[in-house]
C-alpha cells in the first residue's frame, strides 16, 4: 500500500511538471540548469570587466526569482529574459569554451553515416606498416593521376617558367 501511494504521488509530481512545461513555467531542474548554463558562460567571458558584472547580474536575477516565491508572471519573465541571455552569452563566448564542446582534437570515424565509436576504431586494423613508394621512387600511377590533373586544371607545360636558356 505504501508503494502503491509513493507511485501515484511520482505520477501526480510528474503531471505537475509536464503541466508547467507546457504552460511556459520553469520547474526547479530546468531553473537550475538555466542558471548553471548562463552562469558557466558568464563566467568565460573573455572580457574581464563584462565578465564579473555578467557573473554578478546573473546572480542577482535569479536570487530575486528566487525570494520573490510562486509568483507566475515574473517566473515566465525571467524564464524568457534568461533563455534570450543565455542565447546571448553563447554569440559573445567562444565557442571552445561551451559545455560540452571538445578541448582537444579526436579521432572520429563515420561508416554508413553512422559514427562509430573509439572501441570500434581501435580494432580496425591498421595500413601497411611499409611501402615501396616514397619520395625518391614515386608511385607511377599517382605520377599519371597527378600530371591529368594538371593537365585539367590548364597546367600544360612548363614552358613559361623555365625561359630562354
Same mark, same amino acid.
Given at each position: 500500500?505504501?508503494?502503491? !501511494? $509513493?507511485?501515484?504521488?511520482?505520477? *501526480? /509530481? #510528474? =503531471?505537475?511538471?509536464? &503541466? %508547467? ?45 528566487? !525570494? $520573490?516565491?510562486?509568483?507566475?508572471? *515574473? /517566473? #515566465? =519573465?525571467?524564464?524568457? &529574459? %534568461? ?83
Amino acid at each position: 500500500l505504501a508503494s502503491g !501511494s $509513493a507511485t501515484r504521488t511520482r505520477h *501526480a /509530481r #510528474a =503531471g505537475r511538471q509536464r &503541466e %508547467a512545461g507546457a504552460s511556459g513555467l520553469m520547474s526547479a531542474a530546468e531553473f537550475t540548469s538555466l542558471y548553471r548554463q548562463i552562469l558557466h558562460l558568464s563566467k568565460r567571458l573573455p572580457d574581464p570587466v563584462k565578465r564579473a558584472a555578467a557573473v554578478s547580474a546573473a546572480q542577482d536575477k535569479f536570487r530575486q526569482h528566487w !525570494s $520573490a516565491g510562486d509568483d507566475e508572471a *515574473a /517566473r #515566465a =519573465g525571467l524564464k524568457a &529574459e %534568461a533563455e534570450s541571455r543565455l542565447g546571448f552569452l553563447k554569440m559573445m563566448t567562444p565557442s571552445a569554451l561551451h559545455r560540452g564542446a571538445s578541448r582537444s582534437g579526436g579521432r572520429w570515424l563515420y561508416r554508413d553515416g553512422e559514427k562509430v565509436s573509439t572501441d570500434e576504431i581501435s580494432k580496425l586494423p591498421d595500413k601497411a606498416k611499409w611501402s615501396n613508394w616514397s619520395g625518391s621512387n614515386m608511385d607511377p600511377d599517382s605520377v599519371t593521376k597527378h600530371n591529368a590533373l594538371l593537365n585539367r586544371a590548364g597546367f600544360r607545360d612548363n614552358a613559361h617558367a623555365k625561359g630562354f636558356f
